[in-house]
């Protein structure tokens, strides 16, 4: 956790809140809900590129722009 450029980003209750709401857009199963936490974690601050190996997960977020490193 004590990386170069690493931040962690708090959880508030508003994130627990857009979980639910990110739930009843995007109906997911399994693991994927933690995909959801994710994005219900970036967005209440301000984060809305996100790097990963598993583009496909995060794709269907408008709101997201998806970077797969290279």
Not at 23 to 41: C, N, P, S
């Amino acid at each position: 956790m004590a990386l170069p450029g690493l931040q962690i980003l708090p959880m508030p209750s508003q994130v627990v809140a857009g979980w639910i709401h990110l739930l009843g857009r995007h109906a997911v199963e399994g693991a994927g809900v933690f995909d959801l936490q994710i994005v219900a974690t970036m967005l209440p601050n301000g984060v809305q590129r996100i790097y990963t190996f598993n583009p496909g997960d995060f794709q269907v977020f408008a709101e997201l722009t998806v970077v797969t490193p290279t």
